[in-house]
């Protein structure tokens, strides 16, 4: 891979057509179906929050799934374009775009114009990434203000002055007001800076001194500080209070599921069970990705020690001060360092291609090049990208309006139709009104021995609503059988559809 470059070299109008080509695709797969079901915690988003009035909504914190910032700008596309799925999503969408050009951006001056380029694309094919440019959630927001962010301190380190600081702070504002975990990641700019910081002034780094201890630094974590507190200051006794519900949670009888959700390794589990279709070829795919994964870091880091060493505190500061907290550890917390993984994969494989170029031989002869090795590894990175995208765009992430048009079609004038758990809230609020509510399997007797009819039940997160909820599961063991199952490309996201026994399946 071609070395990094100065950021200011002049963008040819060859790699502008490139760059537009890959942001016109990556536009192309998140608006594609993205009008798809919503699911839970989009509906939870839009019933509670984005139907406020907005000088309610910025009052409001009641509940972590409240991204400040993405709530409000969920309201103005609503506002403009009419409430729709689309329309919810569109801020996501837009700001997923807009992050794979601040990723280019840094990957230009990190591995040069092919390498930059290549990552774009990666990030534009990824499934992660398109999966959440289409959530209407505010992790697309995080992943472009810190992405940006970590570019204008890295700039500003290297050329301090009043605008880049300024962009910073401004910048770790709105992703702190996008979303709260980004404070997780800006403790490792701290961290990175204190460390810059010790070595000037021990004189260990002199050529680093100016720029370190100058007022630039300062001034911008400062104005972060001031700004982000000033957007909180009407809901900071909410947002204090709902993070101590949920940190005392898993202390409260029947927590014990929630603690498992605060262990560091839970994070690992799921990216580990994200890939666990390809059967005996995990190990194998796990391994392969470390190594090219570990040479790509350890490439990147000569040349930008700062950059690399801000990811690469992040991720177990974040999953330390999370279990510190008390927060539950979700994966999508570090969705901030999918940027940073691409261009470290990116540069493992070329990496690897010279490593491998002069051991693979032929009669005393190399078989092939290192840019021919390279060429292969990211060709095949490609394929795989689009082969994991397909099954995105297969199913809803939860499909709640499947489920809904499947009940009506067959439910008949005296039966009864019975949402439970969270399934109960998504349709009582946003889906089918007419849906009866069921949170115990008392009240699913009652329901079931009144009806003339048959019985039908709709249920969401499966696993997670009869492991909550035994009696329930009893209840549905004992006299009903299951329909028809509705997948979603969600965890744990299908919706399931059951009837009672009495009845004869349609």
Not at 454 to 469: D, E, M, S
Request: aromatic share 12%.
């Amino acid at each position: 891979m071609g070395r990094g470059m100065d950021e200011r070299q002049t963008v040819t109008g060859q790699e502008w057509r490139v760059l537009a080509f890959v942001l016109a695709l990556a536009l192309a797969l998140r608006l594609f179906k993205a009008d798809a079901s919503l699911w839970y915690d989009e509906i939870f988003t839009v019933v509670n929050y984005v139907r406020l009035p907005t000088t309610q909504l910025i009052g409001v914190f009641d509940s972590l799934n409240n991204h400040m910032l993405y709530s409000l700008l969920a309201q103005l596309s609503v506002g403009i374009m009419g409430e729709s799925p689309l329309a919810l999503r569109l801020p996501a969408i837009l700001f997923g775009v807009g992050s794979i050009f601040v990723q280019w951006r840094i990957a230009r001056r990190m591995m040069g114009v092919p390498g930059a380029l290549i990552v774009a694309l990666l990030l534009a094919l990824s499934y992660h990434h398109v999966w959440f440019s289409q959530n209407a959630r505010g992790y697309t927001g995080l992943l472009f203000f810190c992405s940006a962010a970590t570019l204008a301190f890295v700039k500003g380190l290297e050329q301090p002055g009043w605008r880049i600081w300024t962009s910073y702070g401004l910048l770790v504002a709105a992703a702190m007001y996008m979303h709260m975990s980004a404070g997780f990641f800006f403790v490792a700019h701290g961290v990175v800076y204190l460390w810059l910081a010790g070595r000037a002034l021990m004189k260990r780094d002199a050529s680093a001194r100016p720029a370190v201890l100058s007022w630039g630094p300062i001034f911008g974590i400062g104005l972060s500080i001031v700004v982000t507190l000033a957007l909180y200051a009407p809901v900071i006794q909410q947002a204090l209070a709902t993070i101590n519900e949920v940190s005392e949670a898993s202390a409260a009888p029947g927590g014990a599921a929630l603690a498992e959700w605060r262990n560091p390794m839970r994070a690992v589990q799921e990216i580990g069970r994200s890939i666990s279709s390809a059967g005996a070829l995990v190990p194998i795919i796990i391994l392969g990705a470390v190594l090219v994964l570990v040479a790509g870091v350890i490439d990147l880091y000569r040349r930008s020690p700062v950059l690399v060493a801000i990811y690469v505190v992040h991720v177990p500061l974040a999953m330390l001060l999370l279990h510190f907290v008390g927060v539950r550890i979700w994966p999508r917390y570090f969705f901030v360092d999918l940027g940073f993984i691409f261009m470290a994969i990116v540069e493992g494989v070329y990496v690897w291609s010279r490593i491998l170029a002069p051991i693979v031989r032929w009669e005393g002869k190399p078989v092939f090049d290192a840019p021919w090795i390279a060429r292969v590894g990211v060709m095949l990175m490609l394929l795989v990208s689009v082969g994991l995208l397909v099954p995105n765009y297969l199913h809803p992430k939860q499909d709640f309006t499947g489920a809904r048009d499947f009940l009506r079609d067959y439910a008949k004038p005296g039966d009864s139709i019975a949402a439970i758990g969270l399934a109960g809230y998504a349709y009582k609020h946003y889906y089918a009104p007419e849906f009866t509510v069921v949170e115990t399997g008392a009240e699913l007797k009652k329901l079931r021995e009144r009806t003339k009819g048959h019985t039908w039940v709709v249920i969401a997160f499966p696993n997670q609503t009869l492991n909550a909820r035994p009696d329930v599961k009893a209840e549905l063991s004992a006299h009903y059988t299951d329909m028809d199952t509705f997948k979603g490309t969600l965890g744990d996201g299908e919706v399931w559809t059951l009837i009672d026994k009495g009845a004869a399946k349609p």
